[in-house]
């Protein structure tokens, strides 16, 4: 791990958690000489109960020892979720995270029989960097032709900032690029530095303004379940709920499914598109 980014990772992090709190909202006086949103390095400090010194010299990634009790003032403080604690911990090295390899990410031959028997909606495996390694047949259907794409774009995060028909099709797609990147940014914690992940940043940077805007804001999520929408130019509006599920043994491996939502006729609709999609495969 690149310990001179993950401090710069560090800095950014808490500067804009402080950044998002109003002082009138922590029971603070506004004052009149703010030049920037958000609370001050000493209003965090007194709030955490830790000298003004100590705070801004870990807010500007200096080596110095943390302990988890100030890291958990810090919490509170800055009122972090439960995800944002997590970060803040691993990003302080409070949290050691699991040995990492760069091992070949292989979906076991279990695991594919298992994502082909789920048929009733988009389903596929990710792994570390979200590059997506397995699918059933539905998934092309909202995904699009992943067979034909080249690898290196072959990624859920790419998918989302550079997909245009996925973009189109998606209700709320800003919302969901938003959330999808805060839960990206959570994964990236802990590969800091990692020439995989530090290519596809750089190159969705170049690509889509979006990302661009969106990824110096250090947000983080870690809910993996929701609902999504997706209105369709042949069977109009699907409605899935999606759930993420770690694969036990290989904890970069995530197992996601999308259910259609019930009474919402979306099963119907889907089916529809499946037989469609089949046909046109047998004509090609």
């Not at 800095?11 to 006086?29: K, V, Y």
């Not at 958000?38 to 000298?51: F, H």
């Not at 801004?56 to 009790?69: K, N």
């Not at 390899?101 to 979200?130: C, H, K």
Request: charged residues 25%; contains cysteine.
């Amino acid at each position: 791990m690149d310990d001179g980014q993950r401090r710069r990772e560090l800095t950014d992090f808490l500067r804009t958690r402080r950044a998002r709190l109003s002082p009138e909202a922590m029971g603070l006086p506004n004052g009149n000489r703010r030049r920037t949103p958000g609370l001050r390095r000493e209003e965090v400090a007194q709030l955490a109960n830790v000298s003004t010194t100590w705070y801004t010299f870990l807010e500007q990634g200096r080596d110095i020892r943390v302990s988890a009790q100030v890291l958990e003032s810090l919490v509170r403080a800055l009122q972090l979720t439960p995800a944002e604690r997590a970060h803040l911990f691993l990003l302080a090295l409070q949290q050691s995270p699991p040995h990492l390899t760069q091992q070949p990410e292989i979906v076991s031959p279990a695991l594919q029989r298992l994502l082909a028997s789920f048929d009733t909606g988009p389903a596929y495996i990710t792994g570390r960097r979200w590059d997506v390694l397995a699918w059933n047949a539905a998934a092309p259907i909202l995904l699009g032709n992943l067979d034909a794409m080249p690898v290196r774009e072959r990624n859920i995060i790419w998918l989302f900032f550079t997909n245009l028909e996925l973009r189109r099709s998606l209700v709320n797609w800003e919302e969901h690029a938003q959330f999808m990147l805060a839960k990206f940014r959570c994964a990236c914690s802990r590969y800091i530095g990692d020439e995989a992940f530090v290519e596809l940043i750089e190159d969705l940077q170049k690509t889509s303004p979006e990302f661009q805007q969106w990824w110096p804001r250090h947000d983080i999520k870690g809910r993996c379940e929701g609902l999504k929408e997706y209105e369709h130019p042949i069977v109009g509006r699907l409605m899935f709920e999606y759930t993420t599920f770690l694969v036990e043994g290989t904890p970069d491996l995530r197992f996601v499914i999308h259910t259609p939502q019930l009474n919402s006729g979306t099963a119907e609709k889907f089916q529809q598109l499946k037989q469609l999609h089949q046909k046109m495969h047998l004509v090609l």
